[in-house]
């Protein structure tokens, strides 16, 4: 244990934070990076599953880094959230906006997954019920080996399409699907009626899930497990967990788009 560990982790950590917040201690910073470290690497390498191989996984930790130096700076001790909470969501935040920074998806990825997304939306619209995968093929005029290979290939993108819903732009309109990041009392009637309506839009959307795919979803951002753990609990392969989570955030964005472009224009 390091000489920093070794000194603060006597203390009450809530008690750190109030010091900090007050005198903005080097030497406690230093500790507080020092023992949230480690979220960077989880978070880095949570992201980095399913990656092109050209997005190294250092370079995720390196730009996760920047989020936990930033959740450091800004973190309020009299939030009603844990500062791992907070920093994971800042982490993940720093990470998918260096790699939007870098453009790293190529353009006809990105113009396949926008085509599955609006495909998506108007067979649900026409329908009015869940649409199943060979109506999306048939529609997309390619054959279920296609269809497949296509979603094998947007796996990587949806995670960097998936946080850009749940993030609106703006440092105060983080939306997880677990919680907003501020206690209402440090709200605005405005911001907690705003919040509270993206997050049911967001509930609402994932019950509307197809069931495995609903599961994939919650096991993957509820319970933190990876997508060869979800394949384990599922009893079936990684790659066809990796579908259903790029078929759900097609779907899940399909829905969210209209809600955010609405939000944004308020």
Same mark, same amino acid.
């Given at each position: ?19 900090? $917040?007050?005198?903005?201690?080097? &030497?406690? $910073?230093?500790? *507080? ?11 880095? =390498? ?17 730009? =996760? ?13 009299? $939030? ?22 870098? %453009? ?28 199943? %995968? ?5 529609? *997309? ?28 732009? %703006? ?59 979800? =394949?384990?609990?599922? &009893? ?7 579908? *259903? ?22």
């Amino acid at each position: 244990m390091s000489r920093l560990l070794d000194k603060y982790n006597q203390f009450d950590e809530t008690d750190l934070w109030k010091k900090y $917040r007050v005198t903005k201690d080097a &030497e406690i $910073r230093s500790y *507080l990076v020092e023992k949230y470290s480690p979220l960077v690497k989880h978070v880095a =390498g949570r992201i980095a599953i399913g990656m092109p191989q050209n997005v190294e996984f250092e370079d995720l930790v390196s730009y =996760g880094v920047f989020g936990l130096l930033d959740a450091i700076e800004k973190f309020d001790p009299s $939030r009603e959230i844990k500062f791992k909470t907070y920093a994971m969501t800042r982490i993940r935040g720093s990470i998918f906006d260096e790699l939007r920074s870098v %453009d790293w998806i190529p353009r006809s990825i990105r113009q396949k997954a926008k085509q599955l997304e609006n495909i998506i939306a108007m067979l649900e619209n026409k329908e009015g019920k869940k649409v199943e %995968d060979e109506e999306i093929a048939k529609e *997309l005029g390619v054959s279920m080996e296609e269809y497949n290979s296509l979603l094998a290939k947007l796996s990587g993108t949806s995670l960097v399409s998936l946080n850009d819903i749940w993030f609106l732009g %703006d440092e105060n309109d983080e939306v997880s699907f677990m919680e907003t990041l501020e206690s209402p009392m440090n709200m605005n009637p405005d911001n907690i009626i705003e919040k509270e309506e993206i997050k049911n839009v967001i509930v609402e959307a994932i019950q509307s899930l197809p069931e495995k795919e609903k599961k994939v979803i919650v096991l993957y951002y509820y319970e933190d497990l990876t997508l060869k753990e979800i =394949g384990e609990v599922l &009893e079936v392969t990684e790659s066809r967990i990796s579908q *259903l989570h790029t078929k759900a955030v097609a779907r899940l964005r399909s829905k969210l788009s209209k809600v955010k472009s609405a939000i944004q224009k308020r």
